[in-house]
């Protein structure tokens, strides 16, 4: 009986890409590793304000802020969050995703200003959409994020972005 070498290469090759698709797999989460990595700094936040689909002209908040604000998320699901609007604080929660990946949620309270420049509390993450999430940065949106809205429905989304803070180098 002779074979073809052809056939035979085919068959080896078929052999060999079942084998490899049958190894087990490993439970690794990219967006959870890429998350707690690292502390996250805030490099700026933005306001987008729309009136249904219309955009209006955009504010650029924290222009000022001399303190840093870093988000720090924990294999543990726990989570910090130094500084927040620009409020000398540090303020503990829980983190997580939703089953897609693709919004945060996190129960943080953090205390801010009210539009009144009253002292108040907000939970700024509870319901946060992760627009981009890099080795280096990493953009999450919250406020009015319905995919639904009335043409004459007042929007209001802030941006966060986010850099990876640098891990300070040991000098052993």
């Known amino acids: 009986m002779r074979y073809k070498p052809s ?3 085919f068959f080896c090759l078929i052999s060999a890409a079942f084998a490899f698709n049958s190894c087990k797999k490993t439970g690794t989460d990219s967006i ?58 540090t303020t503990n929660g829980r983190w997580s995703l939703s089953n897609d990946k693709l919004f945060l949620i996190s129960d943080i309270v953090c205390r801010d200003t009210t539009d009144t420049g009253e002292p108040g509390t907000s939970k700024p993450f509870e319901n946060t959409r992760i627009v981009n999430l890099g080795q280096y940065s990493m953009v999450l949106q919250t406020g009015d994020l319905q995919s639904n809205y009335f043409p004459t429905q007042r929007r209001r989304i802030v941006q966060y972005g986010f850099v990876r803070q640098k891990t300070p180098v040991s000098s052993n």
Do not use: H
């Open 32 to 89: 959870r590793s890429l998350l707690t990595s690292g502390a996250w700094e805030v490099s700026s936040i933005m306001v987008f304000n729309y009136v249904g689909d219309t955009q209006l002209p955009n504010d650029t908040l924290n222009t000022e802020c001399d303190v840093k604000q870093i988000f720090k998320f924990n294999l543990d699901e726990s989570c910090t969050y130094s500084n927040y609007y620009c409020i000398e604080q």
């Open 7 to 9: 056939a035979l290469i």
